[in-house]
């Protein structure tokens, strides 16, 4: 402004002509710099605006709790029961070929996409999904009925209290049949004896799972009475969990200090002593060895990339919530690198712990690895219980592998509880963000969830859970949630669009490969996966001798159909009520709810190079 009044004192010229022309540039250049104020004024409101609802919402204290929470939620069960049986069963060392291609291909580039969604808007899983494209809001409201099913893994944490209780003891329960729940054709470790293998016999301890924890029933028609000891372990789960996340990220980011790091204390003294054991080289042999014909097999891919999708906490939304609690220009882009790789490092070093323990187990019951390698529950409550009692001091190497099956549970359930809470925080926000009312409403949750889970401890509870872990957050549910995020993402909204909100919040722009990957990879890879699950469905059975009634399969679907088609009838829904011809709904539901911070700063930006550019022509 200086200047250009400065060149105006120095004309010479006092013609009329000249008169109306410096006047016409006076007012230009007047209207240029009220705008660049009326912007000014509006990016600080803008501030303002977003510094009160950060602390309406809260943020995370310090980067160190983001960093602890996020990887204290990605890495879990998945981790230690169910990668390196994964790994075992498709070819040993060959199966790390597809995981760290597809972890490179979808992993890294969905985590970035789910993050940086959540960072850039500032909510849950709902209302961040209306801020980036309205259509297509059914995304946020299929992870919430997801979100719903995944609050049963709390039951893991429950068996897993049960059985740290009874580790305690001075001769383990699940090492003999000298108790009152064993059969006449239980078979214990001391007696153990690869001649003595029948069809009609059973371990120690598997009774002791399904007879004594348990207390299995006949079918999902028979749930019986509840198992007082899992209902008070379920109670003690639920407490924590509340006392976890009634502050908010305030609490949960402390939590994460303990909850996070100690399992990897547990698990490195496990690792040590895995692999002094006898026979332990054995299991890590065929842990490792690789069979490269399995490669030629499209299952080894399917599950390959199941598992980056599983473990890396894709499409249920949690991360889109703990990214939402993030400083705006917190550097996400480097933090998805380091957390992919810390998540799939976890799970390859948990592969060593448990095979050296299986063939420890293996070489004292003389069998092969094969033969005890299991995977899931099987593998936490019966194997690994098994072949901790063979060892010395077995009540301590049990009592540490339940800690810290214990604690990697704690983690991914609270961040699961807090995702769905700060979503529904975000969604009625003057209902919920109140102090008094967010701790009122965190409690009506934990409750209501503790009096609902109730039927999973009855005696046909574990028939109930596994339906819902079936059928809840099947690969159908997972495979469509990642293609509508894509499409929304990378299509609707554009993944050029998308690339400059990463640049402007972190400083570094996304290679063009993620473009790529959310564009067409990652889409093209996603629907092979998601028709190859419905071609080659088949029915849940326990133990292979357990069918399910019609009614149960029916509800099952029922679960997968409630996720899935949110998103269609969503948008249908949208597009019938928003006011408009056909071309003006579209438009107006594939826009942005609110500008981009982006675009007002490059527009700020252009404008104070226009008035110094007409102030430097005026003199």
Not at 153 to 159: D, Q, R, T
């Amino acid at each position: 402004m200086y200047r250009l009044r400065a060149g105006l004192s120095q004309v010479k010229t006092p013609n009329k002509s000249s008169r109306d022309q410096f006047a016409a540039l006076w007012n230009y250049n007047r209207n240029i710099t009220e705008n660049i104020i009326d912007l000014e004024m509006t990016r600080q409101r803008r501030k303002s605006e977003n510094q009160k609802g950060a602390g309406d919402r809260g943020q995370w204290a310090s980067k160190r709790e983001y960093i602890l929470v996020v990887a204290g939620s990605v890495v879990g069960l998945g981790n230690v029961w169910r990668f390196p049986y994964l790994c075992y069963k498709n070819g040993g060392g060959a199966f790390l070929v597809p995981y760290g291609l597809l972890a490179v291909v979808c992993g890294i580039p969905l985590f970035l996409l789910e993050t940086s969604v959540g960072q850039y808007t500032q909510e849950g899983f709902i209302t961040s999904w209306r801020k980036m494209c309205p259509l297509m809001q059914g995304i946020g409201f299929g992870q919430l009925t997801i979100t719903l099913c995944f609050f049963i893994y709390i039951l893991i944490e429950a068996w897993a209290l049960v059985y740290l209780v009874f580790s305690f003891r001075s001769q383990l329960p699940w090492a003999s049949c000298e108790n009152t729940w064993n059969t006449a054709n239980c078979l214990g470790l001391k007696t153990f004896n690869v001649t003595e293998i029948q069809t009609n016999i059973t371990s120690a301890a598997t009774e002791f799972w399904e007879r004594r924890v348990l207390g299995m029933s006949g079918g999902i028609e028979e749930l019986g009475s509840v198992r007082w000891e899992l209902a008070l372990c379920l109670l003690a789960s639920w407490m924590f969990c509340y006392f976890s996340i009634w502050k908010g990220v305030r609490s949960s980011g402390k939590v994460a200090y303990f909850t996070a790091t100690f399992p990897y204390v547990m698990l490195l003294i496990l690792l040590i002593r895995g692999l002094t054991l006898p026979g332990a080289w054995d299991g890590i042999y065929y842990y490792l060895y690789p069979d490269l014909t399995r490669l030629a097999k499209l299952e080894v891919w399917i599950e390959a990339g199941s598992q980056i999708f599983f473990s890396y906490s894709l499409t249920a939304g949690t991360l889109n919530v703990l990214g939402s609690y993030n400083d705006y220009n917190n550097n996400c882009y480097k933090d998805c690198f380091w957390l992919c790789l810390l998540n799939s490092g976890t799970s390859f070093v948990a592969g060593f712990v448990v095979f050296s323990v299986l063939g420890f187990m293996a070489q004292k019951q003389g069998v092969t690895v094969d033969n005890v390698a299991e995977s899931g529950p099987g593998l936490a409550f019966i194997v690994y219980p098994q072949a901790t009692a063979m060892m010395p001091l077995p009540q301590f190497w049990t009592v540490c592998f339940f800690l810290m099956l214990i604690l990697l549970t704690v983690d991914t359930h609270f961040v699961i509880v807090e995702s769905f809470i700060t979503t529904v925080s975000d969604l009625f926000p003057k209902w919920f963000r109140a102090p008094v009312r967010h701790e009122i409403f965190v409690l009506i949750i934990c409750v209501s969830s503790f009096l609902i889970h109730l039927t999973l401890v009855t005696e046909g509870g574990i028939y109930i859970f596994q339906l819902i872990d079936f059928y809840g957050s099947t690969r159908v549910c997972q495979n469509f949630m990642v293609i509508c995020e894509c499409l929304a993402v990378g299509w609707i909204f554009g993944a050029d669009r998308f690339s400059n909100i990463i640049e402007d919040m972190t400083g570094q722009r996304p290679s063009v490969f993620f473009k790529l990957c959310w564009k067409y990879i990652i889409p093209l890879l996603s629907s092979i996966s998601f028709i190859l699950y419905l071609v080659d469905y088949k029915h849940l059975k326990i133990n292979d001798w357990y069918t399910y009634p019609d009614w149960a399969y029916a509800l099952g679907w029922t679960m997968t159909l409630s996720s899935v088609l949110m998103v269609p009838l969503w948008a249908a829904g949208q597009m019938c009520l928003t006011a408009g011809t056909f071309r003006q709904r579209w438009s107006v539901l594939c826009r942005p709810a609110e500008d981009l911070a982006w675009q007002r700063r490059n527009i700020g930006e252009e404008g104070a190079t226009v008035e110094l550019t007409t102030s430097a022509v005026t003199t």
